[in-house]
């Protein structure tokens, strides 16, 4: 198949070198802002340089990869749904919720080959942790943790146009945990602080952040997260049920250190990024893409998909600055 990617920042060719390496794939077209890039890129990867998303729209691949600055997803979505194209599209798929509804009813009823990028969806650990909840062999589970810990700050231009840790990074926890556990969300309680860099004040956005939810069945999920981790990336999941409790992110690369006496647990090299942690994620989700693509599996990660966990980060983001807890139901539209 001929796949077209739009987008060669850090995330983009990164999807470049996988989109390459996928079997299925024998074409790829790419495109960026900045023509340099789109000429490196493609020399690296093998793929055919193109000027911009027109031409790879009139290019007519069988299907679209979005990795380009979120201002431009809404209008780049809304083509490729147009030229009936699947289309996978990184989170969000708009910046501002004004944006994203207003999309979501642009496409409603023809975005059933929409696949939005939540790649815990597809990262092993947690794949056998909702596994593990669907089974019923954790029982009720009652307790949830997940934890989110960037090993530095991102640049202080995308923490300005970011929306805010909740949507931009905490939004990956969210979704995790609707999805692993095959609950809804109903309630957030956030809270955060601005240590660090001064464009959090400025911007007023926090560089650590604690979120209580309340599940639909009354269980409860803490949600964790920080810009400031210098020991590494940290992505983890714990879910403790009445009959069992089970953890995903406890490998030898996890970047945290005991000081029990004779604990040498985790011995390996922590992760440094979310680029090595869930590289095996990364190039699972994109063959899921190959596949809807192909017509032989629904998309695994929805409009619909991608607008609930966004409401629960609306949600924690209100509750924040009004000091209080929020219920879902006030911010949906």
Known sequence: MRIGLIGLGRIGAFHARTLAGLEGVDQLLVTDVRPEITAQVAAEVGAEPLASPREVFDAAPDGVVIAAATPAHPELLLAAVDAGLPVFCEKPIAGLVDDAVD?????????????????????????????????????????????????????????????????????????????????????????????GAPVFAETGDVSTAQVLLTLDDGSAALVTGSRYNPRGY?????????????????????????????????????????????????????????????????SPC????????????????????????????????
């Open 302 to 333: 929805t409009v619909a998909d991608a607008m609930t966990s966004g409401w629960v980060a609306e949600a924690a983001t209100r509750s924040m600055q009004q000091r209080r807890p929020v219920r879902i139901e006030e911010v949906v539209r």
């Open 234 to 298: 940290d992505v983890r999941l714990e879910l403790h049920g009445d009959r069992d409790s089970i953890a995903v992110g406890l490998d030898d690369g996890l970047p945290l250190r005991s000081v029990e006496p004779g604990v040498s647990f985790p011995a390996g090299t922590p992760h440094r990024f979310f680029m090595d942690r869930l590289a095996p994620a990364f190039q699972a989700e994109l063959t899921a893409f190959t596949e809807v693509v192909d017509g032989t599996r629904p």
């Open 103 to 195: 999309l979501a009813g642009k496409l409603a009823g023809r975005d059933e080959r929409v696949h939005v990028g939540y790649p815990r969806r597809f990262d092993a650990g947690f794949a056998a942790a909702r596994a593990a909840v669907a089974s019923g062999e954790l029982g009720r589970v009652h307790t949830v943790r997940s934890t989110t810990l960037d090993p530095a700050p991102p640049p202080d231009d995308y923490v300005r146009v970011s929306g805010g840790i909740f949507r931009d990074c905490l939004v990956h926890d969210f979704d995790a945990i609707r999805w692993v556990t095959g609950r809804e969300i109903v309630e957030a309680y956030a809270t955060g602080d601005q240590h």
